[in-house]
Nanobody, 124 residues
Framework: QVDLVESGGGLVQVGDSLRLSCAASGRSFGYYAMAWFRQFPGKERELVAAIDWNGGSTYYDEAVKGRFTISRDNAKNMVYLQMNSLKPDDTAVYYC?????????????????WGQGTQVTVSS
């Protein structure tokens, strides 16, 4: 079992930055690939960014490429999502997740564990 707790969401203006954090429990965190998803109202969760077990490989959705950066600190059991140049279209609930495998998570894969989500609202 991996427990995930997100933090760092909030209300910001267009063009602002936010850093989301995800704290993970368990000694196996360092072996797991991690990902950030987001969910718009009435829509399914979609993969935003992913990072493999040691940070050597990353994935970004085209909508956030160049603006968002995923990173991890295995010593602290943390994964982060740095979000720059935020747009109103980024407004969503953001979730941290893992499939409890080491390889880079891709769209359509099934996740094993989810956090509770954190709301990001970008106001124009």
């Amino acid at each position: 079992q991996v427990d995930l707790v997100e933090s760092g969401g909030g209300l910001v203006q267009v063009g602002d930055s936010l850093r989301l954090s995800c704290a993970a429990s368990g000694r196996s965190f360092g072996y797991y690939a991690m990902a950030w998803f987001r969910q718009f109202p009435g829509k399914e969760r979609e993969l935003v960014a992913a990072i493999d077990w040691n940070g050597g490989s990353t994935y970004y959705d085209e909508a956030v490429k160049g603006r968002f950066t995923i990173s991890r600190d295995n010593a602290k059991n943390m994964v982060y999502l740095q979000m720059n140049s935020l747009k109103p279209d980024d407004t969503a609930v953001y979730y941290c997740a893992t499939d409890r495998a080491s390889g880079l998570i891709k769209p359509g894969w099934t996740m094993h564990s989810w956090g509770q989500g954190t709301q990001v609202t970008v106001s124009s």
